[in-house]
């Protein structure tokens, strides 16, 4: 984006005949166009992003999308289901494709299609090998009374205990979306008894809520946010999380990291988060992106490549 000093200028339509494009225009035509690839950083794991969201469609699209990844160091990626048809889905792409693995929920927007034959799929996916995790699950507060599609929150709340059970009998970690729900989420894992292993996806609270995660022994996973300009006080979250407990994902196609916030987002991006936690916590970018592969391989039980 313009903001970005000394940004790259490969890829910037303004840079090439700008000045025949209206504003509005270059703006949009940046918005649909990829950031180019970062420089390689290897030994990541990208901890969470959604591959048919990407443009992920069969073994030949999921397989374009981890090359691009792995020729910058993004060896596996877990990609997370929202809801019943993408939940078989990702369970089929983790078998086309041995560097991808799944992780499979109700999304708390869908939190009200949790039935009896639902439930039995999902846990019968969830026992897959290749599924390392229960999400994405937990508590949404921002949809509710924006949206008719949103579940209202006592249905997320119970679909919400569900899953944290479904993880405890299953023995994989709980992967949580939250948004805007810090309190009640909390509550409620403490009421339910959280499981071995948590991961707060897309890690968003303030410094409070991180250190409450932390003490709990929670797993926090950074997104590009981090590396939004105005995110200070998550880059103060982002800080003071100990070495074993971090993770970073791209969430993609969503939260395109700084300087190409808004512009398309995919697993490849990756390692622009790893340089901005490194960053944020004063090492160097290589050991970074080691202890975060680490992390994510020791908490979803993925071997080396
Ligand atoms: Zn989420
Ligand atoms: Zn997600």
């Known amino acids: 984006m313009s903001d970005a000093p000394g940004g790259p200028d490969t890829g910037d339509p303004e840079s090439n005949g700008g000045e025949t494009l209206s504003n509005k225009a270059a703006k949009k035509r940046r918005r649909r166009e990829p950031p180019p690839d970062p420089a390689p950083l290897p030994g990541l794991v990208d901890a969470h992003t959604h591959l048919a969201a990407c443009g992920g469609r069969d073994a030949e699209t999921v397989r374009a999308i981890c090359d691009h990844a792995q020729a910058v160091g993004v060896d596996h990626v877990v990609t997370v289901a929202d809801d019943m048809v993408d939940a078989r889905w990702a369970v089929s792409a983790a078998g086309w494709d041995d560097r ?45 009374g924006k949206s008719d599609e949103c579940a209202p929150l006592e249905v997320q709340h119970e679909t919400f205990r569900w899953h944290i059970d479904l993880a405890k009998r299953v023995g994989k970690p709980l992967m949580i979306h939250n948004r805007e729900a810090d309190r009640d989420l909390l509550d409620i894992l403490a009421a339910e008894g959280a499981p071995e292993s948590v991961i707060m996806h897309c890690f968003s609270g303030d410094r409070n809520v991180a250190r409450e995660c932390v003490e709990r022994g929670f797993i926090l996973s950074f997104a590009g946010t981090v590396s939004f300009a105005n995110a200070d006080e998550l880059r103060v979250a982002a800080e003071l999380v100990p070495d074993d407990q971090i993770l970073v994902e791209t969430d993609a196609p969503f939260l395109t990291p700084h300087p190409y916030r808004g512009q398309p987002n995919q697993s490849y991006c990756l390692p622009y988060t790893a340089r901005a936690l490194a960053e944020v916590r004063g090492v160097a970018d290589a050991e970074m992106a080691r202890l975060l592969g680490a992390n994510a391989r020791r908490v979803y039980g993925i071997p080396l490549p």
Do not use: F, I, K, S
């Open 100 to 144: 991808v693995y799944a992780a499979v929920a109700l999304h708390p927007m869908h939190a009200g299609d949790l039935n009896d034959e639902t439930a039995a799929e999902l846990e019968q996916m969830v026992r897959h090998p290749r599924v390392v995790a229960v999400g994405e699950t937990g508590l949404d507060y921002y949809w509710p």
